[in-house]
């Protein structure tokens, strides 16, 4: 018994010997997914969020309000409380489908956290809390598949732990960090179809494929670059994957055609991704490569400052946010040239696509439609994604390589994403820059008022 626990002990020791930096990183980074949680203004995407959950549509939530009443704020905030209003489950699940939504599985599942734990306004971001922490171990499960290494799947989890990006979307009542959730798990599933092309993890793509286009439109984003990489390198896996495919469309195929009753609608509500400014055909490169660097380090937690830098005359400035993501892109790209020179034949395939294709299509967008949504970098998780594990793969290599670099890069990056959500948090609002224009608490009744038109 003695010799089982001295055993025992060694191998704790081993273990946080070997990955103990790892463990105290993402231990740091989880402890800051909680801080000012409660803090920050409740702000007028969330609002949104919850008003969809409530399963009415935008077009009937202004016959809750009168015109030219004056109302206590409770009135309003109970108005975001869920449980406290007078809506069935079944009302709510009934009326979140019939929405023109383009990522209806947030606000459905919301309906059931908000029974379960609680419809106060930290409640709503804590579901977001959750999905981080169940993504974290499909995380490292990816990334041991495909560089089959532990140490690459412990770099993962320390440097999303700490993604000043990806922290922000954790605190916030939004559909962004279910969407990576299901990114990840499709991911890994996919890789496992691969690797074993046993029917259960075609399945398991297949379930994961659908829960994934219900997450988000921008999905099918993901399911094109599988498709490059089954017709380039997974060419025997043609039949089970476009079963799967199919069975992915036909699940989504209801939420198709909703969609395409309500297309014009929807169109004219993404009017504003339009900037009105014609640029360079370079112009979207840059909102994105800034986006991948703020995947690591950003002290501007908004994007508006760069689409003001890039798609306005004159408004170009050197800011200290854009130095560090400058240098960030160069370790990203260093990055991308050891994918391509030093990556197995399939991880290669998979990460590359994973960025490719969302940086060609956002490209093309905005070209054609002089849009900006390359600087939306919400829109772009399937690629940061990419960015995520080109840079783990990258680390990996210095780690196993035994380069002195490691330490050095993988350190910077811890602190300078630590102090980037740390710097983050002490905000009020949901954005660094400026002041809050008064959106607190108060501000509710205005924003209600302005997402219903009055």
């Known amino acids: 018994m003695k010799k089982l626990i001295k055993l025992n002990i060694n191998n704790a020791k081993d273990f946080l010997r070997a990955y103990g930096i790892f463990l105290l990183i993402i231990a740091l980074g989880l402890q800051l997914k909680f801080h000012s949680i409660e803090s920050?203004?409740?702000?007028?995407?969330?609002?949104?969020?919850?008003?969809?959950?409530?399963?009415?549509?935008?077009?009937?939530?202004?016959?809750q309000f009168a015109l030219n009443e004056v109302k206590n704020i409770d009135f309003y905030q109970d108005k975001l409380r869920l449980n406290t209003q007078d809506y069935s489950m079944y009302s709510q699940i009934t009326g979140v489908f019939s929405m023109p939504q383009l990522t209806p599985l947030h606000p459905l599942l919301l309906i059931f956290w908000s029974k379960i734990v609680g419809d106060e306004f930290v409640h709503y971001r804590l579901f977001n809390t959750f999905l981080f922490f169940l993504l974290l171990p499909f995380l490292f499960l990816l990334c041991k598949t495909l560089f089959k290494s532990n140490e690459s799947g412990w770099i993962a989890l320390s440097l999303i732990a700490v993604s000043p990006f990806f922290d922000i979307y954790t605190k916030e009542a939004r559909y962004v960090i279910l969407w990576t959730f299901f990114i990840i798990l499709n991911s890994y599933f996919f890789l496992k179809a691969y690797e074993n092309n046993k029917k259960i993890w075609w399945w398991c793509y297949s379930v994961s494929g659908i829960l994934l286009m219900y997450a988000s439109l921008l999905s099918g984003l993901l399911i094109l670059s599988q498709l490059i990489v089954v017709a380039i390198v997974f060419k025997r896996y043609y039949t089970p994957f476009f079963l799967s495919i199919l069975i992915i469309t036909i699940a989504y195929l209801p939420w198709m055609i909703n969609i395409g009753i309500h297309i014009e609608e929807i169109f004219q509500s993404l009017q504003w991704h339009k900037s009105g400014q014609s640029s360079s055909f370079y112009t979207p490169f840059i909102g994105q490569f800034i986006g991948f660097a703020h995947v690591f380090i950003s002290f501007e937690n908004v994007i508006w400052s760069y689409v003001h830098i890039f798609l306005t005359p004159g408004g170009f400035r050197f800011t200290f946010d854009l130095v560090l993501a400058g240098i960030m892109i160069i370790l990203i790209l260093i990055s991308f040239i050891n994918m391509l020179k030093n990556g197995r034949h399939v991880a290669r395939g998979i990460v590359l696509s994973l960025i490719i294709v969302p940086l060609t299509t956002f490209w093309l967008y905005d070209l054609i439609f002089v849009g900006r949504i390359s600087f939306l970098w919400r829109y772009q998780v399937v690629a940061f994604i990419g960015i995520l594990l080109v840079v783990t793969h990258f680390l990996h290599y210095l780690y196993t390589t035994k380069n002195k670099l490691f330490k050095v890069i993988f350190i910077v990056l811890s602190l300078f994403?630590?102090?980037?959500?740390?710097?983050?948090?002490?905000?009020?609002?949901?954005?660094?820059?400026?002041?809050?224009?008064?959106?607190?608490?108060?501000?509710?009744?205005?924003?209600i008022s302005h997402s219903t038109g009055h």
């Open 417 to 447: 994403g630590i102090f980037s959500i740390y710097i983050v948090s002490l905000n009020k609002c949901y954005t660094t820059l400026g002041s809050c224009n008064g959106w607190d608490n108060f501000n509710i009744a205005e924003r």
């Open 40 to 63: 920050k203004y409740f702000w007028y995407d969330e609002i949104e969020t919850i008003m969809h959950t409530s399963g009415i549509p935008d077009k009937n939530y202004d016959a």
